[in-house]
């Protein structure tokens, strides 16, 4: 069973800086089944980024994904005050999705 | 635009089944598979099982034996049972959509909270 472990747990950043949030895999998967979304609260979370590195529809071009094997990073460039937020990776394989537990980019 | 909602009871009985189904409108439902996952209150996202138009299931081992999918394509819904539930079930219920195809939840509905108490 494939474990994703986030780091940090908790980014406490200024709006315009640069997040940088760490997904890794407890073994290597395929980049094509990685999956990042955004939870804002008491929202549903939503769409980010797919296959690793493709923005979902309307996602601002500030977000950012990148990694293969097993280290995959999510990038917010320049972090607006909507983009504070949970943020989650999530990986499929063998009929199976499974979550990271998940970063708090708060406000600093 | 394509939406989902959950519905079903708030509050179950320790023991019993926890039963939810969510409503898709404005898409079909063939072609697309779709998914039950959950958050406990303070917690992190877990996915509990997906079912696909044809019926086609597959769930969490952790939650396998408890958890049984079923699809209504005539009337666009899918639901969820979860039997013996405890106080470890109380969560907020999401439905998702899946492409076929693809690996990623698209849509989602608002998601709905089940407390498990007596």
């Known amino acids: 069973e494939i474990v994703l472990t986030q780091s940090p747990g908790t980014l406490s950043l200024s709006p315009g800086e640069r997040a940088t949030l760490s997904c890794r895999a407890s073994q290597s998967i395929s980049s094509s089944h990685l999956t990042w979304y955004q939870q804002k609260p008491g929202q549903a979370p939503s769409l980010l980024i797919y296959g690793a590195s493709s923005r979902a529809t309307g996602i601002p071009d500030r977000f950012s994904g990148s990694g293969s094997g097993t280290d995959f990073t999510l990038t917010i460039s320049r972090l607006e005050p909507e983009d504070f937020a949970v943020y989650y990776c999530q990986y499929y394989g063998s009929s199976l999705w499974t979550f990271g537990q998940g970063t708090k980019v708060e406000i600093k | 635009q394509v939406q989902l909602q959950e519905s079903g009871p708030g509050l179950v009985k320790p023991s019993e089944t926890l039963s939810l189904t969510c409503t898709v409108s404005g898409g079909s439902i063939t072609n697309y598979y779709w998914s039950w996952i959950r958050q406990p209150p303070g917690k992190g996202l877990e996915w509990i099982g997906y079912?696909?138009?044809?019926?086609?299931?597959n769930s969490n081992p952790s939650l396998k034996s408890r958890v049984t999918s079923s699809v209504d394509t005539a009337k666009n819904q899918f639901s969820l049972k979860m039997s013996s539930v405890t106080a470890a079930d109380t969560a907020v219920y999401f439905c998702?959509?899946?492409?076929?195809?693809?690996?990623?939840?698209?849509?989602w509905g608002q998601g709905t909270l089940v407390t498990v108490s007596s």
């Open positions: 079912i696909d138009d044809s019926g086609s299931t």
């Open positions: 998702a959509r899946g492409v076929s195809g693809s690996y990623e939840f698209d849509f």
